[in-house]
């Protein structure tokens, strides 16, 4: 759609640099522009940023001359993301909430209600690009390989992106900084916010201590010697290294340890120190249902997937089963795959879609609950 006066977009302002710029962009595009504040968490608490986040974004839109719209959707956000995190949680997986977020509450009711406020188009400060194709919106890494977050919308239903605008795209982070910063924007030297939206800079542990109280068990290396007790298996994730508590172990290497497994039948957490990492790398994933950002494939592909946000696409087979999820062969074998973290797929810079890791094969040998024939069919 071209810029024109009468195209209203509602552009998501988190009260940071980036949906600050976003705004910026699209005004001076010639859009009619409007800014709307969502508030996900009500906890009122010192790490809790969603009243300083509000002001700010009070002042960029008072510095732009936009109106301002305030929702909370705290209780939408609990039923739709968090209640699922913990679920994770409690089943010894490792969730990432962002995703889920992205699908269920921004992309979701944040853009309907963007267009109950009579906007066209909902505008976000994403590190990612759509381009309208025939057959639908297509995704695809912002140019910013830093701070391409694709990854984190892959789970959006597509028709979703027909009303997305991501003017950043094109950008890098030091562009959109030092244009906040030329323009006077009072945010343009805001620290970008880190870690999980509602945990904020507060301690992990003790934050999900406060909703999940997992059963002590043993420390064991991956040979079966006991090495010291966990506190519950929610509180670890595959490749920790810190907050074990293991001392130097008799026979052991002076070495760190690292978490490779979760045995959820023994409630065991399963170590290895860093000459044995080999442990911690999977051949293969597979996954749940898949959300397809394309027309949906069928048989086998070659893709680029990630694991993890950070990640860079690594080669791999992709092949799909008749109940729609996918199993994944890797090229070199990767680190720490984590059941209930994310595979993406990626060709040519284009986000394909993606699914929930839902098992793992260790290239050391087959995981519990994975068929072999599984892998045959990957690496037809």
């Not at 990854?151 to 900084?177: I, N, Q, T």
């Not at 048989?299 to 729609?324: H, M, T, W």
């Amino acid at each position: 759609m071209s810029p024109s006066s009468t195209t209203r977009v509602i552009v998501g302002l988190s009260g940071g640099v980036d949906s600050a710029v976003a705004a910026l962009l699209l005004r001076d595009a010639g859009y009619d522009v409007q800014g709307l504040f969502m508030s996900n968490w009500d906890e009122d608490d010192d790490y809790c940023t969603t009243a300083r986040d509000y002001q700010d974004a009070r002042s960029v839109a008072a510095d732009l001359n936009i109106v301002l719209h305030r929702v909370n959707f705290a209780d939408e956000y609990r039923a739709q993301v968090f209640s699922h995190f913990l679920d994770d949680y409690r089943a010894g997986r490792t969730p990432n909430p962002d995703v889920l977020c992205n699908r269920e509450i921004k992309f979701g009711r944040c853009l309907d209600y963007a267009l109950r406020l009579g906007g066209q188009l909902f505008a976000t400060g994403h590190y990612a690009r759509c381009v309208a194709l025939e057959d639908g919106a297509a995704l695809y890494q912002g140019r910013d390989a830093g701070k391409d977050q694709s990854y984190f919308l892959h789970s959006v239903a597509r028709r979703r992106f027909e009303r997305a605008l991501f003017p950043l795209g094109e950008m890098l982070k030091s562009e959109v900084r030092e244009l906040a910063r030329m323009r006077g924007l009072p945010v343009h030297d805001k620290p970008d916010s880190t870690g999980i939206c509602f945990i904020g800079e507060r301690p992990f542990a003790q934050f999900l201590g406060r909703y999940l109280h997992g059963s002590p068990g043993p420390i064991e290396s991956a040979d079966g010697r006991l090495l010291g007790q966990h506190r519950g298996l929610p509180f670890y994730t595959l490749g920790q290294r810190a907050g074990l508590a293991i001392g130097g172990a008799r026979g052991c290497a002076q070495q760190p340890w690292y978490v490779a497994h979760k045995d959820n039948v023994r409630n065991a957490l399963i170590v290895v120190q860093r000459h044995e990492q080999q442990r911690l790398e999977a051949d293969a994933v597979a996954t749940g249902e898949l959300n397809w950002l394309c027309a949906p494939p069928t048989g086998s592909f070659d893709a680029e997937v990630k694991l993890r946000y950070r990640q860079p696409g690594q080669p791999a087979r992709v092949a799909i089963r008749e109940d729609g999820s996918a199993w994944i062969g890797f090229a070199t074998p990767q680190r720490a795959a984590t059941p209930g973290q994310y595979a993406v797929f990626y060709q040519h810079g284009r986000c394909l879609g993606g699914g929930v890791i839902e098992r793992v094969r260790l290239a050391s040998g087959l995981a519990p609950g994975v068929d072999a024939r599984e892998d045959a069919a990957a690496h037809r």
